[in-house]
Nanobody, 114 residues
């Protein structure tokens, strides 16, 4: 499974952004897709995951401003972030769990200016 994330960039505080991730290399729906992020000097943290059936789970403190979604039956996933804050500045990584294996994308950088 190969993952390609996109949509990052420089955004002003209070703005919104939509990140996309496309999984390829499998003819089946990926079991679970998710977003993780790593801020400068901090550990990797879970943002949200979503199953092939559309069940979403969010990391602690991620509920409210973050919305994960997935095209029905497809391997394209989105993360919509509202009311961006400077502390959301991080590299956002796309993750997939499929057939008991874990895959990572290259990350897309989000920078929020105050």
């Amino acid at each position: 499974v190969r993952l390609q994330a996109s949509g990052g960039g420089l955004v002003q505080s209070g703005g919104s952004l939509r990140l996309s991730c496309v999984a390829s290399g499998t003819g089946a729906s990926v079991d679970i897709m998710g977003w993780y992020r790593q801020a400068p000097g901090k550990q990797l943290e879970l943002v949200a995951t979503i199953t092939a059936g559309g069940v979403a789970k969010y990391g602690d403190s991620m509920k409210g401003r973050f919305t994960i979604s997935r095209d029905h039956g497809e391997n394209t996933m989105y993360l919509h972030i509202n009311n961006l804050k400077p502390e959301d500045t991080a590299v956002y990584y796309c993750n997939a769990q499929h057939n008991f294996k874990t895959y990572w994308g290259q990350g897309t950088k989000v920078t929020v200016s105050s």
